[in-house]
Every structure is written in C-alpha cells, then in structure tokens.
C-alpha cells in the first residue's frame, strides 16, 4: 500500500499503542494500492497535503501559531498573562519542547509532506491527462519544498521523509541538517518552476511565478545565517528578477494603496499582490481562517489579545498611510464607549490590518493567508543585488515603489552605499511587513535577533535570560523525541 505515514503520527502510535492506528482519521488521505494510479487519485491526495497547512485549531497554518512562533521578532508580542503562557514563550525565549503550538505547527507541515510524497512517488504511473497530472506534481513539489522551507526555519536540523511508503526504520531516523535541507527545498521548487502554469489553476495555488518567489527568497535566507553562503545572493536577485521581469504574466502586482491590501474581504479570494495564499472557508468547518477578528483585537472589546505591536516598534513607525491602516489606535465597546490603544488593559496598539472588513467581531472568516506577496519579492530583489555587488536602477525602483504606496520619500540612484541600501531594504521589511511572520526571519539570517531584543520598551515583555544562537530555533516537540531518541 501507497502510504506515508507522518514521522508524527508514528510518534503517536509508540507511545498510545497500535489501537490509534484503528482510531486513525482518514479524510484527507489516498489509501490502496491502486488509488494514485488514477488522475482522481492523484487530485485527492494533493487535497490531502493542502489540508495540512490549512486545518482549523490543528495542523498548519489557520490560527495564530505561526505568528506566535516569530514573537522573537521586535515587531509583535502578546498579552503578559491571560492564557498565552506558550505565546509567551516565544517572545520571551524560552520555548519548551512540549509547546503545543510548535507541534501544531510541526505536523501541519509534515503531514503535507505527506501527500505530497505520495503524489510525487506516483505522478509518473499515473493515469489521465498528461498536462494536468504534471501541474498536480508541480503543486506537489511546491507544498513539500514550503513546508520544509518553515519546518527548517523554526528547528534547524530536522527529519528528512521523501518516501511514500511506511517503514518501522522511521522511529530511528536522525536529523538532517539545514544545508542539505536547503538542498531538497531547491530542487523541489526548480521542479515546481518547471511543471507549473503561468496562471495559477485557482485561488489557494502555486503558479511557476509562485515557485520562482520561494526560490528566491530561501537564496536570500541562505545567504545569511546558518548556511551563510554569500553566493547565493546574486542567485536570489536573479529569481526575483525572473519573477518581477514577469509579474503581468503570472498576474502578480502591487497593489495600489495600503488600505486596499488589507481590505480583508472575506467574499474576496485575496488580491494581485498574493504570490501564495492559503484560502479558507468558513463553509468548510475544517478550513476556517482565525488569524484575522478576534485574534488580533484587545479583550476590552471581545477580543482575544493574541498578538499586538511592541511598544518600541510602534513609536518608531514612520508615519503616513501604510502606518494608518497597519495599526488600529481607538476601539469601541459594545456600550459605545470609545477607547485609545493608551487606556486598554495591555496598553498597547493592535494591528488593525488583521481586522475583517467591517470590523466583523468573529474569530472566523473566509480571509486567505497570505504567506508570500510581491512587495516580498521586490524587496528580495533589492537586498540581494546590493548583498551581490551593487543596486542598479530597478534594485532602486523595487525599494521605491514600496516606499512611495507607504508615503514615504523615495532614494536617488547612487545615494547610498551597497551595504547602506541593503540595510535600508532590511529596514523597510520591518514596517512593510509588520505582523506578517516576516521580520523574525530577517532577524535570525541576519544574526540580528540580539541587538533587536536588547532595549525594549519597559512596557513590553523582557527575554528572560541571554539570548544566543541556541535561540534561533525551536526544540523538536517532545512527542517526536520520546518516541525516537535519535532526534534529541
């Protein structure tokens, strides 16, 4: 039989026994020996690998998880008591292997990998039309390359699956280390670039331009640390180059305003900007998105007090209209009284562009989540030029073309130096993609996540302790390592 099971899953069925193997859930999953050998087939278990990313209160991606895990960041932080103790475990450097958010996080991901490995297994024998089993491969080697992309990111050296099929070998299997990480991550997406349309086939999927800004973006992350390969920074500014070169073609732009891009329109399927997304729906009680209402609003008005700006960053914010719409500054009670971000209980500012349209009190919505944009990509453009030699007038338009929609005043060709550019890019990540899940990993390539903890606001929670590389990232949740001490 054709089937993988999650190195998790695995974990799981050690410690409770065989009887969770009876109890097991199989939506989502293509099981018997025929099933892949059928276009249908096939299609199912690709479905199966997005659900990974995107399950309600589970697995992947639709709940605050990943946002709490980039806390390091000196962009958001949490309520400082309340029940977000592993909220705050993140911000505060201190994560536990038993946080269950990272393990939410880690088997979204590896159950993805999943599917993903069953249809890359099976792609070449399978039935039906030729074109459109090469696109189903394509989403494939997509999904496995994303969420090995994070899963890499947030533990460093990880367990390494590529084989469909079931083995009691997987509770010894050891870590792989980033660097060869990296290298599947590459060759899945240089697949993906190659068997993906231009036009994504619908809303919630990758098209080749989808893969090109992945592609881009890990160069960028491996130029930095822990790979600190410096090569790979003309090898990210060529990507993004391929991608923005192309971007009317694969249908990628800028979006005009900063208001419009956060619009947040649950009956919309995202805008231009998105490179990727992972749709929801509130029809589908599995696929309801919860980043956006309740979790991003103050508990003073029905909120949950998720996540919220640091004190610091939000001072430092350069005014004008992206400012505007990033933040929510009065919020008004269910009585009609109003109140300032100054008198509510944690006393800070909430990102309002996490708000539903409307103001719709609610943590669900249909809201998509986006996971990659094209202002991204210009900016990887713009960084990696500089990091690889030196910023040409398009590194400077890229940077420009962010700053003039933010209401900022633009740089003249030449006016700063290679490095001076490069940190001004990093800088404007900061404000551009505030909240986003962004600034945390500019922080840890850059080897920054130090100097940007060291003098908080007195208002804002503290790291408890020194931080040191060993902070960069997550211990494996602690199902994985009672079940295969190979993995401690």
């Excluded at 870590?175 to 060869?180: L, Q, S, V, W, Y």
């Excluded at 993906?196 to 881009?216: E, H, V």
């Excluded at 491996?222 to 600190?228: A, R, S, Y």
């Excluded at 800028?254 to 998105?274: I, S, W």
Aim: glycine share 8%.
């Amino acid at each position: 039989m054709k089937k993988l099971i999650v190195l998790l899953a695995v974990a799981a069925m050690a410690a409770t026994g065989c009887k969770k193997v009876l109890q097991e859930d199989l939506t989502g999953k293509v099981v018997g020996n025929d099933a892949l050998k059928t276009q249908v087939g096939l299609e199912s278990a690709l479905t199966g690998a997005y659900k990974g990313l995107g399950s309600t209160w589970s697995t992947g991606f639709f709940h605050a998880t990943a946002t709490g895990a980039t806390m390091g960041g000196d962009d958001i932080t949490t309520h400082p008591g309340s029940n977000k103790q592993e909220f705050r475990e993140f911000d505060q450097f201190q994560v536990t292997s038993g946080n269950s958010r990272t393990g939410n996080l880690y088997s979204g991901c590896y159950k993805s990998i999943q599917g993903a490995n069953n249809v890359i297994a099976n792609y070449k024998s399978t039935t039906g039309d030729p074109t459109t089993i090469n696109i189903i491969a394509g989403e494939a080697y997509f999904i496995r390359a994303f969420s090995y992309y994070w899963l890499t990111r947030l533990y460093g050296s990880i367990p390494v699956l590529t084989d469909p099929n079931f083995s009691l070998d997987l509770l010894k299997i050891g870590k792989t280390p980033p660097a060869d990480v990296y290298k599947l991550i590459e060759s899945d997406l240089k697949q993906a670039e190659t068997l993906l349309p231009n036009i994504k086939r619908d809303f919630g999927r990758p098209n080749a331009g989808s893969a090109k800004a992945f592609l881009a973006d890990v160069y960028l992350t491996e130029g930095g640390w822990p790979i600190k390969d410096a090569s790979k920074y003309a090898l990210a500014a060529t990507k993004a180059k391929e991608v923005i070169d192309n971007h009317n073609l694969y249908g990628f732009q800028l979006v005009d305003t900063y208001a419009n891009l956060f619009e947040n329109d649950p009956t919309k399927n995202g805008t231009a900007e998105d490179i990727y997304n992972i749709t929801a729906n509130t029809a589908n009680g599995g696929t309801t998105e919860a980043n956006y209402g309740w979790s991003a609003m103050p508990g003073d008005i029905g909120g949950w007090d998720d996540f919220f700006s640091e004190l610091k960053f939000f001072n430092e914010f350069p005014a004008g209209p992206r400012k505007d719409k990033t933040f929510r500054l009065t919020y008004t009670k269910s009585d009609g009284t109003v109140l300032t971000w100054q008198q509510l209980a944690t006393k800070h500012p909430y990102y309002g562009k996490f708000w539903i349209k409307g103001d719709v009190a609610n943590w669900a919505s249909s809201v998509p989540l986006v996971m990659l944009r094209y202002a991204h990509v210009l900016t990887i453009y713009a960084e990696a030029k500089a990091r690889s030699g030196a910023p040409d007038q398009q590194a400077y338009d890229a940077l420009n073309a962010i700053r003039t929609r933010a209401g900022l005043p633009v740089y003249s060709i030449g006016s700063l130096s290679a490095s001076a550019f490069a940190d001004a890019v990093v800088n404007e990540r900061k404000w551009e993609f505030a909240g986003e899940r962004t600034r945390w990993f500019d922080l840890v390539r850059l080897e920054l996540v130090e100097s940007a903890n060291a003098n908080k606001d007195p208002g804002d929670l503290q790291p408890i302790g020194t931080i040191t590389k060993a902070n960069y990232t997550f211990p494996l949740p602690t199902s994985e390592v009672l079940a295969n001490p190979n993995l401690k």
